[in-house]
């Protein structure tokens, strides 16, 4: 029964007109009296692109510490299928510790932990700002996913074509090179499409330590209107809305590859 | 319990400068076991609440009826493609400003407290995995096993309940666990409402005491040491559910 995927395809602007139909109506519901007053909707209005500029901070941290944590991730993922148990294990400790602690832990511990301000060696001293703190926390829970990925497609090659390789005279790098990595790059893309989506859905966490990213700047921008409770429903609606048109097409297009590489049985 | 390890604790502060509060400083100490205990109650209804979504969605998209299975799907793609975080403070803010208040005899109340939010927020969450995590494994029921109970005279709600969701239950095990080990993870998100949980409990204790990377240790402990006991309850439960004939 494959019909969810193949009729997908249009269902992101129905849903996604759902969510803003849905968030005007509940701000238009809520207007009760009050004619001289901002309505709800007219205040999401003004302040959209203020959220928007928000959200835009939400990519740049989910771009950038998707590259910090690929880069890291293949490294640790190199480590862990080191056949030195002085590189492996190590290696291992780390994904373990970062797979299995929460968003908002490690989040935590990077922001509470590094230092707001670093001297170089020159002497002049460098302000780190919030949000590349918050960056570098998220990029750490999704470092230890891609490095598991990493192991787990080249642990899905049979090992036959370690033995085969092996016969023909390739050294370890050369394998890993020209046999074994060309095949997981194909198994590894879904899933950390899939890792790069939820990073996307975690940076909102950032606003509770004070980055003003798309949530905080929601939270400002309501408290800015008059911090009226009519203004929660459509606001948080809305943001949920920019969201849902962001990531919904990656994971459209993650399980579409998802399905022709399973088809083509790699 | 305390006394025992107090001692110890204080002179290591005393010596080390290590401020591990909760083991020696019965307020403290207090503090972690409460906040241990609400994590708990807290994952556990999460848990159990999402299972009964993912039952009952994966029941619904075997339905006959289009728009059922029709606002299963939408519910499995609004909530999978929406930041956790927001979808938890509009529950609590949102939803939690228009729910009615309950009299407690001169001052009212919201019915729905914060916890309470955050196992209906989350546990709504991550029932939108588990809807699809248990069709998965409703497919892959043989059509045959349920030709065989229909010709037995079965009613369809019979044979989901009695052939369909005990094999399914079975095969989709796996991907349960991880689940279930990623929703204990996200509980941790209550910190956000002021859900008093191990989070929320060590934050007060770091911010009265100045002992953050103490307790960051303490933190990263307690969770590795209960996804390690889930995964380990979940292994044990997938070897006692295990059908000669079915899987490895």
């Known amino acids: 029964m494959t019909w969810t995927v193949t009729?997908?395809?249009?269902?992101?602007?129905?849903?996604?007109?759902?969510?803003?139909l849905l968030a005007s109506v509940a701000a238009v519901a809520q207007q009760e009296g009050a004619a001289d007053r901002e309505t709800a909707l007219q205040a999401l209005v003004t302040w959209m692109p203020f959220i928007l500029q928000g959200f835009v901070l939400n990519l740049v941290m989910s771009v950038l510490a998707m590259a910090i944590a690929t880069v890291t991730g293949v490294i640790l993922g190199f480590m862990q299928i080191s056949p030195s148990a002085v590189i492996r294990l190590p290696a291992k400790l780390v994904t373990h510790v970062f797979r299995n602690s929460p968003w908002l832990v490690i989040l935590f511990a990077i922001m509470f932990l590094v230092p707001f301000r670093v001297t170089l060696p020159g002497g002049e001293t460098v302000m780190i700002p919030d949000w590349v703190k918050a960056t570098v926390g998220f990029a750490l829970p999704v470092m230890a996913n891609v490095s598991e990925i990493l192991r787990g497609a080249v642990m899905s090659i049979p090992s036959g074509q370690w033995e085969s390789a092996d016969s023909l005279a390739f050294s370890r790098g050369q394998t890993l090179r020209h046999v074994i990595l060309p095949q997981c790059i194909r198994r590894m893309l879904p899933p950390w499409m899939n890792w790069y989506a939820l990073l996307t859905l975690m940076t909102p966490m950032a606003a509770i330590l004070g980055v003003n990213e798309a949530l905080g700047n929601t939270q400002a921008a309501m408290e800015a209107a008059g911090s009226r409770p009519e203004f929660l429903i459509p606001f948080y609606l809305f943001l949920m809305t920019i969201f849902f048109v962001f990531i919904y097409p990656i994971s459209l297009w993650t399980r579409r590859l998802e399905r022709r590489y399973a088809a083509s049985g790699a | 319990?305390?006394?025992?390890?107090?001692?110890?604790?204080?002179?290591l502060y005393e010596t080390t400068g290590l401020n591990f509060s909760p083991f020696y400083d019965s307020y403290d100490w207090g503090r972690l076991l409460e906040g241990m205990w609400v994590s708990v109650k807290l994952i556990s209804a999460i848990i159990a609440l999402s299972l009964v979504i993912g039952v009952l969605g994966a029941a619904a998209q075997t339905s006959k009826l289009r728009p059922l299975r029709w606002i299963v799907a939408a519910y499995i793609e609004i909530f999978r493609n929406t930041p956790p975080i927001v979808q938890l403070l509009?529950?609590?803010?949102?939803?939690?400003?228009?729910t009615p208040q309950v009299d407690m005899g001169g001052w009212y109340e919201p019915m729905i407290g914060s916890f309470g939010w955050a196992v209906i927020a989350i546990g709504i969450f991550g029932?939108?995995?588990?809807?699809?995590?248990?069709?998965?494994?409703?497919?892959?029921?043989?059509?045959?096993?349920?030709?065989?109970?229909?010709?037995?005279?079965?009613?369809?709600?019979?044979?989901?309940?009695?052939?369909?969701?005990?094999?399914?239950?079975?095969?989709?095990?796996?991907?349960?666990?991880?689940?279930?080990?990623?929703?204990?993870?996200?509980?941790?998100?209550?910190?956000?409402?002021?859900?008093?949980?191990?989070?929320?409990?060590?934050?007060?204790?770091?911010?009265?005491?100045?002992?953050?990377?103490?307790?960051?240790?303490?933190?990263?402990?307690?969770?590795?040491?209960?996804?390690?006991?889930?995964?380990r309850a979940m292994t044990l439960l997938e070897r006692k559910l295990a059908l000669p004939g079915y899987g490895r």
């Open chain 2, 1 to 11: 319990m305390l006394d025992l390890i107090a001692p110890f604790f204080e002179r």
């Open chain 2, 127 to 231: 029932g939108s995995y588990n809807v699809e995590i248990f069709r998965s494994g409703v497919e892959a029921v043989p059509h045959t096993t349920v030709e065989a109970a229909e010709s037995l005279g079965f009613s369809n709600l019979k044979i989901f309940i009695y052939v369909t969701l005990p094999l399914a239950f079975r095969v989709c095990l796996p991907a349960l666990t991880n689940n279930i080990i990623s929703l204990a993870k996200t509980s941790s998100l209550a910190y956000v409402i002021a859900v008093p949980e191990i989070t929320y409990s060590l934050s007060g204790i770091w911010s009265d005491n100045v002992n953050v990377p103490e307790m960051m240790v303490l933190l990263f402990v307690y969770y590795i040491l209960l996804v390690a006991v889930i995964a």
């Open chain 1, 7 to 20: 009729r997908l395809n249009w269902r992101l602007p129905v849903i996604a007109a759902a969510l803003c």
């Open chain 2, 90 to 98: 509009f529950f609590y803010f949102g939803l939690g400003a228009i």
